[in-house]
């Protein structure tokens, strides 16, 4: 059973004018979640539009809390009506993780207009010695001063349109514009009729999803994702959440009536999060991945979105699509506890190890055909 947080229920910490309560996720009421969703909704007038990223929602919170053990939604309160919303993952102990840390793309508290927070009287609150994050949005002034890193997150702007971006493509990544559309035609000559499904509903269509994104994990030696049951949980609990402010999104790339590449991940009213991205490697050389991410441009410029959130991580084909970058930031705040030392001393090395094999090209490129070998060997695919 969820061990329960000593002070839910809900625990209230006055400080002048402003409460902070905390809450399962299912004790949140329909007006706080609406308040929350219209945060969110009015952040980019505000000069935070990274505060409308879906992984910021209250759905993507309740989902989680279906699939996972500890999740908590500290709200905090200013003349009685809420000021910030900060959802998060508590272990027994205390330790604080970011909500779907590990998964989750943008991470951090929901706030109106120049609201400021001291983090450790946060933390207090919550009943944390510590939280960690490895994706902190930017504008989380209260929680940067722990920052150990902070990395870039490629995007691509479609407000302007799917006419400008494919301007910017031309002038900044005009061989790779010329080659992937050439694969699409080459693909349609070729295999058949290509069609494109921006949301698509078929369930079936998502369980191949995972089984080639699986597949993919195992071939490249990269942990599978969708082996933690908590994970397959979430994207199907997000495959079945749709409100006027959120979806979660699949979408298809289809060829001669099959399905080639797919994608699915969180949107927002503004935002899409370029999540789990994926396709049949029988139909490799047509770059059908690269055809869907164009796609979902496409899409996202005709219904409004502002950006498509394709993560952190480098990536060439994140460098080909995007137009430019935001920031994430990863490291933890503590009090001074010995729950706060201990997970620190215990995580810090493993983050420091993992961040130089990535950022430094001459590890970087070893450790990644080492992942591969290791992958083709348990497909057997390997050849001495």
């Not at 109106?112 to 001291?118: E, I």
Request: proline content about 5%.
């Amino acid at each position: 059973m969820d061990n329960p947080h000593p002070h839910t229920h809900p625990q209230t910490v006055h400080r002048d004018a402003r409460v902070i309560t905390v809450h399962r996720p299912g004790e949140l009421t329909s007006a706080d979640r609406a308040a929350w969703t219209a945060l969110q909704a009015k952040a980019h007038l505000h000069g935070s539009p990274e505060l409308a990223n879906p992984f910021l929602s209250p759905e993507f919170a309740l989902a989680l809390g279906r699939c996972r053990r500890g999740v908590r939604i500290a709200v905090v309160r200013e003349g009685g009506e809420p000021a910030a919303f900060f959802a998060y993952q508590r272990s027994a102990a205390g330790v604080g993780r970011a909500l779907g840390l590990g998964v989750s793309d943008s991470q951090g508290l929901v706030h109106r207009p120049g609201f400021t927070w001291d983090a450790r009287e946060l933390l207090r609150a919550c009943g944390l010695a510590v939280y960690e994050f490895d994706h902190l949005a930017q504008g989380q002034a209260g929680f940067e001063g722990g920052a150990t890193g902070r990395f870039a997150s490629p995007v691509i702007d479609t407000l302007d349109g799917y006419d400008a971006y494919q301007a910017h493509l031309r002038a900044n990544a005009p061989k790779f514009l010329k080659t992937t559309l050439a694969k699409g035609r080459r693909l349609g000559r070729q295999v058949g009729e290509v069609r494109y499904v921006h949301d698509e509903r078929d369930p079936a269509m998502l369980a191949t999803l995972m089984r080639w994104k699986s597949a993919q994990y195992r071939r490249t030696g990269r942990s599978d994702r969708f082996a933690q049951d908590w994970i397959t949980r979430l994207v199907e609990q997000l495959f079945h959440t749709r409100s006027d402010s959120f979806t979660g999104l699949l979408s298809v790339l289809y060829a001669g009536g099959r399905p080639v590449a797919a994608h699915f991940g969180p949107r927002s009213e503004r935002i899409i999060a370029n999540w789990f991205p994926a396709y049949d490697p029988e139909f490799a050389k047509y770059s059908p991945g690269l055809l869907m991410q164009l796609k979902i441009a496409e899409s996202a410029a005709s219904e409004g979105i502002a950006y498509v959130d394709l993560g952190r991580g480098q990536k060439e084909y994140k460098d080909s699509l995007k137009t430019r970058e935001i920031t994430v930031a990863e490291g933890w705040v503590m009090r001074r506890h010995p729950v706060a030392f201990g997970h620190r001393a215990h995580r810090a090395p493993v983050r420091a190890l993992r961040n130089t094999v990535v950022e430094r090209p001459e590890l970087f490129a070893p450790a990644d055909r080492l992942l591969k070998r290791i992958g083709e060997i348990r497909s057997g695919r390997f050849r001495m």
